[in-house]
Nanobody
Framework: QVQLVEFGGGLVQAGGSLRLSCAAS????????MGWYRQAPGKQRELVAT???????LYAGSVKGRFTISRDNAKNTVYLQMNSLNPEDTAVYYC?????????????WGQGTQVTVSS
């Protein structure tokens, strides 16, 4: 019923930038919080950043000041601008959204997009 599709991953050198986007589609009434998580090889998935419908944001300490999360509610899309990337940011990045469908909230995930930062 709900699909999240991420775009924008890739290979970048340390110090570079990437912008991820994630668009939600399907039988959506509304979307509450949206966010980005990442999972590096051999590690657990961790929170990167979240954003509420009203624009309130929360960042992991490791990315604060370098990453910026934003959203376009009209397009059901969330973005992650990543600057000053370093090799420790290498991971698969997943989009997450609390999607309201027929008065129920579904915790939805994208398929993930690989971000690789070379030193």
């Amino acid at each position: 019923q709900v699909q999240l599709v991420e775009f924008g991953g890739g290979l970048v050198q340390a110090g570079g930038s990437l912008r991820l986007s994630c668009a939600a589609s399907g039988s959506i009434f509304s979307i509450n919080a949206m966010g980005w998580y990442r999972q590096a090889p051999g590690k657990q998935r961790e929170l990167v950043a979240t954003i509420t419908t009203g624009g309130g944001t929360l960042y992991a300490g490791s990315v604060k000041g370098r990453f910026t999360i934003s959203r376009d509610n009209a397009k059901n899309t969330v973005y992650l601008q990543m600057n000053s990337l370093n090799p420790e940011d290498t991971a698969v990045y997943y989009c997450n959204a609390a999607v309201v469908v027929s008065q129920k909230i579904y915790d939805s995930w994208g398929q993930g997009t690989q971000v690789t930062v070379s030193s």
